[in-house]
């Protein structure tokens, strides 16, 4: 009797490892999407390839890529964000070597802790108290400068809160910057641009501003 028990017990034990086994199989995420990109100079574009294959794809933001891939960067100075799709309050980052290239899976970056963001969760009729006066990085391409009220510059990431009272500089041609009001609504921003953060709030039209190079 006392065997039969001792049978049961290891039976139910190994029952509930292949279920917590077989749960987080199906909970790994499938692809992440990038939302942000900067790359430096005309060679260092970061590109991606699927397990299997040998060619590789330059990154675009948006790409939708599967976990199996990897990427590959060569400048110090580039960098991309990410989230698994359909999850994007956690953030992850690849920098690129201080020389030489930079290979890495993205299932390994996966592996370590992302950075938490938060987004406005209000609407047309009730807007996000939390986010009055203020416009969140939903997306980027190239680099943005973003100087605080009080002269502090740094350089725009994803999910990053601009208070009004600062200003926005994007710095090259076709760099992109989308950002979200309180009320969950978003504006597209194309460089190159100078603009402040109370004339996106104001819904003022930046058309004029535009600094378009010959």
């Known amino acids: 009797m006392e065997q039969s028990w001792k049978r049961i017990a290891m039976l139910t034990v190994s029952l509930l490892c292949f279920a917590a086994a077989s749960f987080a199989a199906d909970t790994k995420p499938a692809s992440i999407t990038v939302v942000g990109l900067y790359s430096e100079t005309s060679d260092g574009y970061i590109n991606y390839r699927k397990a299997g294959t040998s060619a590789w794809t330059v990154v675009k933001v948006g790409d939708v890529i599967p976990t199996t891939a990897e990427f590959k960067v060569n400048v110090d100075r580039d960098w991309l964000e990410f989230v698994v799709t359909g999850k994007p309050a956690a953030v992850y980052e690849l920098i690129g070597p201080e020389s030489g290239e930079l290979v890495k899976k993205v299932s390994e970056i996966l592996k370590g802790k992302p950075r938490t963001v938060v987004f406005p969760k209000g609407s047309a009729a009730k807007p996000d108290a939390a986010f009055k006066d203020k416009l969140v990085v939903t997306q980027y391409l190239g680099r943005q400068v973003y100087v605080s009220a009080s002269g502090e510059s740094n350089d725009i990431k994803y999910g990053d809160a601009l208070a009004l009272g600062g200003k926005v500089k994007i710095i090259a041609i076709n760099n992109t910057l989308i950002l979200m009001n309180a009320s ?31």
């Open 184 to 214: 969950g609504a978003t504006t597209d921003v194309i460089g190159p641009l100078n603009f402040t953060i109370e004339q996106v709030l104001s819904n003022k039209s930046l058309y004029k501003f535009l600094n378009v190079q010959k």
